[in-house]
């Protein structure tokens, strides 16, 4: 059966497209550069939700939520911000469509706003603010708020899932009273999202911190969890940023001391998003489909019966409810697709495609020998195994196929991890065996930047705890302390 | 202890908002209109999420996402939804933001959208005009699919809560082969919310159908759960509609049924908001704060400590370990306020605010004599019982003030909802004694709209199994075969 889904061999973006829609993840809107989350897609985007959301609550925080809409006159109180984010937005000008009489719907020009409202690509601006009227004294600290909301930053070239305009997000915003506790606070975040993507997402990351040039706009530091994907690519798969104290300063956020000393409080903010989606696909999937962690699947197992008459139906249904008692029992989700309206190889190959961990097949023979088939969508083999003894068996599988998935990841990155101290060699391997180069760094930006335009490739992050050892930089051969992560990225 | 909120029987709208922001529900935003919802006030505003969820997977239901913005086009398609819907709207009519070079950011004339996208204040008209492309056979159908999200309504008078210009809601769409299905779906979904507004939220509610003045625009049939707020005024809770085939009629989505016949797919869709969160605050609430009934109750049972020395507290805060793990084992939450920053008599006055249901008070005599001070927010009552079987007692009352909470709000409605033949009463009424005026109707939009021009009365519903009579329409003596329920309305 041909799924429509070109080799990711062949090309790899196109794969990748071809995937998500036929997989049912996700489509692309009438809206430029805005996506659908079909239902699918969603109920994984629901899982991530719901787990990211208990660690956050584990560590502390609550959610609230701040407006979409941002004056446009705050985008001018943090001066690196400004740079950062007041650029491709979308902009509220009017409120109001009327009839031109002739049937026709037009924009009102007698409905125009005072000042002019940005759709939020990032709230720090409008929730500084908001805490100025939340804070005066040290009581009142920490804040540890988290939102779950829609973001939107206009983008000139989109990817399903991996670049939108419009996006979901979280969006972590944190106070405190000292500079050594949001600092705390970023790093703990940082692990939360280490922690979740490489034991739920199964994709192993790198923790790191950005250089300068690649900073968050306003930010002092900003950590982060790079991920590579199977065209040796890296993606950003997490960010959490210590702000020191440029948005209390911007707007205007002090509090004062148990010595009633008055000083600005210090801030982080943090986010993951729908990203998370693509490299979720990107990292584990094949040519025949999505293959999901079992961890994070909306359907762990597939039971297909294979028959002729209905008799023989209702004795594997009969089977298969005491199946799904068992796995319930278990908190494993299983679903047992009986519709007649299509053949057992158009379900297989459904399933495969949509990355569902295991699959039980049970015809009458092995209802006659007390068996089943089951199929693993990550090794794509298969066995004949007793019925006695399949839940437990499947509660091992699941758990072995998560750490297969997340062990088959991490050997591609570490056969694509390559220590380079020659230019020539950098250049060519970015090329022919793109993925992470580590290579020494001279530290200013001018030369990061030359290396951006030569090569594409960027500093993805300099490692936390980076061994230190003596070098010299892979373009200008000045001396350099530590190798620095690079490559091409999404 | 003065909690800065006026007496509801002073100023009942100003007593709303002092209470809203008092207990650190909300708060509005520099934006017009626009609200941000606080940590306390949103964590109910998850339990409501939370439960109602469940309740649409339950009846078969998955979410998904659309985009926030639509294009101004759309909006012409279906005419009356045009009417009712493209009107007071935020439009997005650029995409970029840029510096003047004198330090103010600007919008970027050169950055005009070809055609202006409104940000949504529904989604019909998207996700119809998606359905085209996911229907094409009955096997396609039914699409049962639900978003949460934020939709934007540009409204001149706002209330937090009650109508804000953004909020945040669910609206289900789904898609269904015939006429009766339809429905069927549409009644199903009103009882959804019948129940969970009544038996989580704690609020009476008349479930009916709206006159076709009322109907949602674009709906055939509009049923609506209404309730009753302490000040007489009605609160419309939900709503579900039949669209009929209006909008696959308008974007054109046409399936083929087992007989390979080509006709429209048939449409509901039904939603609740925010709004929810402004019902259960004036439901139940008093001059001393929020009552909150346990089943949305963020905190449920709350402990304050009364001591004066370490090693009281000590004795104390083992006793609440045991009390915390026993409630825990039994699913209630329990939060031990042990700040030694503010005093207990503090510490009561911020929980009867926040509407905490249960207050356990211990002090050293309490620990000797193996008693605590228990308090119920509902009825402002306090007892002193025995440690032993505690959290069965909590239990046990938790349900009690559940049920009485509704009771009270039924007793509320059945008090205040008058059956009126007469035209000066119906008038005298809605001044001296507002509620629920039940009156015989000509079943005209004029009669209907000269009652609401001279009264602010609206016909609020038709209730569902509605007892038939012989009447005179109150206004205009004309036949009438059934009482409607008339209100004045939020």
């Given at each position: 059966?041909?799924?429509?889904?070109?080799?990711?061999?062949?090309?790899?973006?196109q794969?990748?497209?071809?995937?998500?829609?036929?997989?049912d993840?996700?489509?692309?809107s009438?809206?430029?550069?805005?996506m659908?989350i079909?239902?699918?897609?969603?109920?994984?985007?629901?899982?991530?939700?719901?787990?990211?959301?208990?660690?956050f609550?584990?560590?502390?925080?609550?959610?609230?939520?701040?407006?979409?809409?941002?004056?446009?006159?705050?985008?001018?109180?943090?001066?690196?911000?400004?740079?950062?984010?007041?650029?491709?937005?979308?902009?509220v000008?009017?409120?109001?469509?009327k009839?031109?009489?002739?049937?026709?719907?037009i924009?009102?020009?007698?409905?125009?706003?005072?000042?002019?409202?940005?759709?939020?690509?990032?709230?720090?601006?409008?929730?500084?603010?908001?805490y100025?009227?939340?804070?005066?004294?040290?009581?009142?600290?920490?804040?540890?708020?988290?939102?779950?909301?829609n973001?939107?930053?206009?983008?000139?070239?989109?990817?399903?899932f991996?670049?939108?305009?419009?996006?979901l997000?979280q969006?972590?915003?944190?106070?405190h009273?000292?500079?050594?506790?949001?600092?705390?606070?970023?790093?703990?975040?940082?692990e939360?999202?280490?922690?979740?993507?490489?034991?739920?997402?199964?994709?192993?990351?790198?923790?790191g911190?950005k250089?300068p040039?690649?900073?968050f706009?306003?930010?002092?530091?900003?950590?982060?969890?790079?991920?590579?994907?199977?065209?040796?690519?890296a993606l950003?798969?997490?960010?959490?940023?210590?702000?020191?104290?440029?948005?209390?300063?911007?707007?205007?956020v002090k509090?004062?001391?148990?010595?009633n000393?008055?000083?600005?409080?210090?801030?982080?903010?943090?986010?993951?998003?729908?990203?998370?989606?693509?490299?979720?696909?990107?990292?584990h999937s094949?040519?025949?489909?999505?293959?999901l962690?079992p961890?994070?699947?909306p359907?762990?197992v597939?039971?297909?019966?294979?028959?002729?008459?209905?008799?023989?139906l209702?004795n594997?249904?009969?089977?298969?409810?005491?199946?799904?008692?068992e796995?319930?029992?278990?908190?494993?989700?299983?679903k047992?697709?009986?519709?007649?309206?299509?053949?057992?190889?158009?379900k297989?190959a459904?399933?495969?495609?949509?990355?569902?961990?295991?699959?039980?097949a049970i015809?009458?023979?092995?209802?006659?020998?007390?068996?089943?088939?089951?199929a693993?969508?990550?090794t794509?083999?298969k066995?004949?195994?007793?019925?006695?003894?399949?839940?437990d068996?499947?509660?091992?599988?699941?758990?072995?196929?998560?750490?297969n998935?997340f062990?088959?990841?991490?050997?591609f990155?570490?056969?694509?991890?390559?220590?380079?101290?020659?230019?020539?060699?950098?250049k060519?391997?970015?090329?022919?065996k793109p993925?992470?180069?580590a290579?020494?760094?001279d530290g200013?930006p001018?030369?990061?930047?030359?290396?951006?335009?030569?090569t594409?490739?960027t500093?993805?992050?300099?490692?936390?705890?980076?061994?230190?050892?003596?070098?010299?930089?892979i373009?200008?051969?000045?001396p350099s302390?530590?190798?620095?992560?690079?490559?091409?990225?999404?």
């Open positions: 059966m041909s799924k429509g889904i070109v080799s990711k061999d062949e090309d790899y973006s794969w990748f497209n071809d995937l998500v829609i036929k997989a993840l996700a489509e692309y009438p809206v430029r550069g805005c659908i079909k239902p699918y897609g969603y109920s994984i985007w629901e899982k991530i939700q719901a787990v990211l959301d208990k660690m609550k584990d560590t502390g925080h609550s959610n609230a939520y701040f407006p979409l809409f941002i004056p446009k006159s705050f985008f001018s109180k943090e001066a690196s911000h400004v740079e950062g984010f007041a650029k491709e937005c979308a902009v000008t009017h409120y109001r469509l009839n031109d009489g002739e049937g026709n719907i924009v009102d020009d007698e409905a125009k706003l005072e000042e002019e409202l940005i759709v939020r690509p990032t709230s720090e601006t409008i929730i500084w603010h908001t100025k009227g939340w804070i005066q004294s040290y009581r009142d600290l920490p804040i540890l708020v988290n939102q779950w909301a973001v939107v930053r206009w983008e000139m070239r989109t990817r399903l991996l670049r939108t305009s419009e996006f997000w969006e972590g915003h944190t106070a009273a000292t500079s050594e506790e949001a600092v705390a606070e970023a790093e703990q975040m940082l939360v999202y280490a922690d979740f993507v490489e034991n739920w997402l199964a994709v192993p990351v790198v923790k911190r250089t040039n690649e900073r706009a306003g930010a002092l530091d900003t950590y982060c969890i790079e991920a590579l994907m199977q065209d040796g690519k950003q798969a997490g960010t959490s940023h210590f702000l020191g104290q440029n948005f209390a300063k911007a707007f205007d509090f004062s001391d148990k010595e000393k008055l000083d600005y409080v210090w801030a982080t903010s943090w986010g993951v998003s729908t990203r998370l989606m693509g490299a979720l696909i990107m990292a094949d040519d025949a489909g999505l293959v962690p961890m994070l699947a359907i762990q597939v039971v297909v019966p294979i028959y002729k008459h209905d008799d023989e209702e594997i249904t009969n089977y298969v409810k005491g199946l799904t008692a796995l319930k029992a278990k908190g494993i989700s299983i047992f697709d009986n519709r007649d309206t299509q053949r057992p190889g158009f297989f459904e399933y495969e495609l949509k990355g569902v961990p295991l699959r039980v015809g009458s023979r092995d209802m006659q020998n007390g068996t089943v088939e089951l693993r969508r990550d794509r083999t066995e004949t195994v007793e019925q006695a003894g399949l839940a068996r499947i509660e091992g599988l699941l758990e072995e196929i998560q750490q998935i062990k088959k990841a991490l050997d990155r570490e056969e694509n991890t390559t220590e380079v101290n020659d230019w020539e060699e950098f060519r391997l970015l090329d022919e993925g992470f180069l290579a020494h760094w200013t001018e030369t990061e930047q030359r290396i951006k335009e030569e594409k490739a500093i993805r992050c300099i490692p936390l705890n980076n061994k230190q050892e003596e070098g010299k930089c373009l200008t051969g000045k302390k530590e190798r620095v992560l690079f490559a091409r990225a999404y």
